[in-house]
């Protein structure tokens, strides 16, 4: 296969530490396995013009990044990325603060990626965009005249038009991603709501089901729903629980059953709601008070803007409205916590966990819950309460489904997890396992790059089946 070449705005470098976010999770083993370069943000800001790339290699992988300016980070990462196009796709209009400037510099980066990047690029690459910050990267190395195969995957939702159309200036960004050659989405709704999108504003004629027409190329609609390395992360967790870590742990609940949350500090993941449903599961079954703790682990993210910081008010006045009003001496219903943890420190918790509280109000696809799923002992499995609005719910379909806005339902789903009995747990943890080790990590990544470019045998038996059907 040709080089493949990975954009997005993170790069998963190496040794930087436990870090928040599902797409590194997702990209660095794919990378891995293929060999090839990964060009995106360093993750730093510049005092002044930042000018070079910076390679480093490692394994089979080239890490090459560029710095952001101060402004373009502030326009960019602040501003147009994560407070217009992260509320919108989160179909949150109401957080929105769209300005034009910050428009001007989330185009403006985009171009400054493209600049770079084709520095670097041969013309027999295949590059693999990601997600939102990156939409009209195609259109920027196009412009510059690379006619390389380029697939654009967003791990995030995507609204409906209805939704999207007030977006100011949306067409002019959306129809962007009509320069890739591949467009994929976590779920089958959220690629139905962009080809309803590309049929409602654009007016493309359309190929097939999920192919259009644009100038002179097709471009596909793919549904691709990001998994995890499902065997190897049980493995992970079979060992982890056995860690001093884990074991000191569970050691400090004094055989009290535990709960836990795992979710960057943002609003998409419905905290302040879950805590409210946890109240509410403390006031309805008070047998429970005493005897299970809840172990929410929130690293900080995106602390620069307003929004994320309300949260965290608000996230820890619940915490403590609710360790104060059912608390003891010798018992704290809730343990909130804002430093990150390693993936083996969480594989092991998982496991040892009762149950996993995963309750987005809306997510593309929630890592967390596949990784809960994969950690559990299935002999004695924990329970995934699970948000209906996560992509992960179309496969985790055995988890007890909820409605994150309706505190009480998530209560009852609380009482329900813990007091489940055995068999039923088996049941369902071995139905979702399934579903996980069919569409793992690896899947993922092969049928996205199995459609965006074909391997040259099936091009080669697709040629001649084309060739004997013209005969
Ligand atoms: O998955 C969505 C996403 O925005 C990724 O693109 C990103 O790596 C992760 O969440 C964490 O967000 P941020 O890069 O803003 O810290």
Known sequence: MARLVIVSNRVGI??????????????????????????????RVAEDVP??????????????????????????????ANRVLWPILHYRLDLAEFTRRDLGGYVRVNQYFAGHLEKLLRPDDVIWVHDYHLMPLAKALRDRGHHNKIGFFIHIPFPPPEILTALPNHDQLIPALCHYDL????????????????????????????????????????????????????????????????????????????????????????????????????????????KVTYLQITPRSRTGIPEYADMGREVGEAVGRINGAYGEASWTPVRYINKAHSRTALAGLYRAARAGLVTPLRDGMNLVAKEFVAAQNAEDPGVLILSRFAGAAHECAAALLVNPYDPEGVGNAINRALSMPLEERRQRHSANFKVLVRNDLSHWAGRFLRMLEPPEDEIDSRTLVRAAGAR
């Open 14 to 43: 190496p040794d930087r530490g436990a870090r928040p976010g599902g797409l590194e999770v997702a990209i660095r083993p794919a990378l891995k396995r293929h060999g090839g370069l990964w060009f995106g943000w360093s993750g």
């Open 51 to 80: 000018q070079s790339v910076k390679i480093a290699a490692q394994d089979n992988i080239t890490y090459a990044t560029v710095d952001l300016a101060k402004d373009d980070y502030q326009e960019f990462y602040n501003g147009f």
């Open 183 to 290: 467009v994929g989405f976590q779920t089958e709704v959220d690629a139905a709501n962009f080809a309803r999108y590309i049929a409602n504003e654009c007016g493309l004629p359309w190929a097939s089901g999920n192919s259009f027409h644009f100038g002179n190329r097709i471009v596909r609609i793919g549904t691709f729903p990001v998994g995890v390395e499902t065997e190897a992360f049980a493995r992970l967790a079979r060992r982890a629980v056995e860690t001093h870590f884990v074991r000191e742990v569970l050691g400090s609940l004094s055989g009290r059953s535990m709960i836990i949350g795992v979710d960057r500090l943002d609003y998409s993941k419905g905290i302040p709601e879950r805590m409210s449903a946890f109240e509410r599961f403390l006031a309805n079954f008070p047998d429970w008070r005493g």
